[in-house]
């Protein structure tokens, strides 16, 4: 007979290999054990093996099913149509604007200066855009302790590492962005999840996780979940930090979809850096990151971006300059709010009637699915169907089961493919997995 560990092996790398899809339905267990010839306990143990892997989930009545990797918000969604994945909005007029803000760059005794080397702090032309380009109602950075890296990531990866290293445990919300777990686990970091609820992260939450050496925490159009935390709640959340003596990073990256509350590091300036990013107000592709730092932590952030390399190349800090300093990247950011709004009331229009969560002025939104759906289920029917969407998975941190839900990223594709897409999303979700062709 053979053992249950090699057979269970032998789907694990049919699952690697991509001959067993993420949402595949796997034949029924005594039909695997006919098939192999084993007992049917020992097939039962095969199916228990890849679910304990997180490889496989069980459905009651159902059968068990190929789960989607919990990086796939990060993938490429590769052959799909319609691309409700990614999420980086880029407005068609774009090129034009930017292009004709960098003729000055161009001239060979300015590239000259773009070419040397710069450091964490930037230059000050860079730090004096900066601050009038973050600066929100109730808050300003202080340009004297505003530090540049080359995206919003690293600017997230320097900022965390300058809290926490190997063993020390970070305060997330338990749903959140899928590229803090990487970070996290890069530095040796244990993300301890925290409850969240319709106004954002839970205040006694943080109270009862025991030691934490920081928090990160997005309160403004959280991703995945789209929500925005009150003025009430930012306070509530920042007398807890202090009241732990916690240093928070805040995550402010969507925060320029909305010109309110103030930031919470307007209610705790002491202890928060405000991690931004010009991605998704601008680009992916030629884009900075900015850490805006209380007073006496701009040494130790700096030095956590410098050992990490990440720090911005001086040619995109000078072209950055130039589209903060001549209105280009606040005229983008108005449009982008204006078509945010615009695609938000598509989703609600298209998804009416379903359980949806989102700031009225999001690039995505929280899609609570319909039962009998899972959401790996759901994931791979879409993908059949060229749509490739987010898994709660993807976002989960801890052990336990991710709800039933995805994310949809709004920002990439054409209003009419947009439209269409939701259309047969919305038609998906109105059948069950199997009137739909999931097996």
């Known amino acids: 007979m053979e053992d249950y560990r090699a057979l269970a092996d032998e789907l694990a790398a049919d699952i690697a290999a991509g001959r067993l899809t993420p949402g595949q339905r796997l034949i ?84 000259a200066e773009s070419l040397r080397p710069v450091g964490v702090d930037g230059t000050p032309a860079a730090r004096e855009a900066a601050t009038a380009l973050l600066a929100r109602p109730g808050w300003a950075p202080d340009p004297r302790h505003l530090l540049f890296a ?150 130790r952030v700096a030095s956590a971006l410098r050992s990490g390399g990440w720090i911005a190349s001086h040619f995109a800090l000078d072209a950055a300059t130039c589209w903060m300093g001549d209105g280009t990247a606040s005229g983008i950011a108005e449009a982008k709010r204006r078509d945010a709004a615009a695609r938000q009331r598509m989703v609600r229009d298209r998804l009416a009637g379903f359980d949806l969560r989102a700031d009225p002025g999001a690039y995505h939104a929280w899609w609570e699915l319909p039962e009998p759906w899972r959401a790996e289920t759901f994931v791979a029917a879409a993908a059949r169907r060229g749509i490739a969407v987010s898994p709660a998975a993807a976002f989960a941190v801890g052990a336990g089961r991710a709800p039933d839900a995805v994310r949809l990223a709004l920002a990439a594709p054409p209003l009419d493919d947009l439209a269409a897409a939701l259309d047969t999303l919305a038609a998906l979700a109105r059948r069950t997995p199997e009137d739909a062709g999931v097996d």
Do not use: C
């Open 28 to 111: 029924p267990q005594r039909a695997f054990a006919r098939q192999r010839r084993i007992a049917a306990s020992t097939a039962a143990r095969v199916y228990r093996d890849l679910v304990r892997r997180g490889l496989a989930v069980g459905e009651v009545g159902r059968g068990t099913f190929v789960r989607v990797p919990a990086d796939v918000a990060l993938a490429d969604p590769g052959g799909a149509r319609v691309d409700l994945e990614l999420n980086f909005p880029v407005l068609p007029e774009q090129p034009a604007l930017l292009a004709r803000s960098l003729t000055r760059l161009l001239r060979p005794d300015v590239m």
């Open 150 to 299: 080359g995206n919003g990531r690293q600017a997230i990866a320097g900022t965390i590492a300058a809290f926490a290293g190997p063993g020390d445990r970070l305060g997330v919300e338990e749903l959140t962005y899928p590229v803090v777990r990487g970070i996290a686990a890069r530095l040796g970091v244990t993300l301890v999840p925290l409850a969240v609820d319709e106004h954002g992260l839970v205040p006694d939450a943080v109270r009862a996780a025991g030691r934490l050496r920081a928090l990160y925490v997005q309160p403004t159009m959280h991703n995945p979940l789209g929500t925005t935390a009150p003025h009430a709640r930012r306070a509530e959340l920042a007398e807890v930090a202090r009241e732990l003596d916690l240093p928070i990073v805040e995550d402010a990256i969507y925060s320029f979809l909305r010109e309110d509350p103030a930031p919470l590091a307007a209610h705790a300036p002491e202890r928060t850096v405000v991690v931004e990013s010009l991605s998704k107000r601008l680009s992916p592709g030629l884009t900075l990151g900015f850490a805006a730092t209380p007073p006496a932590w701009t040494q």
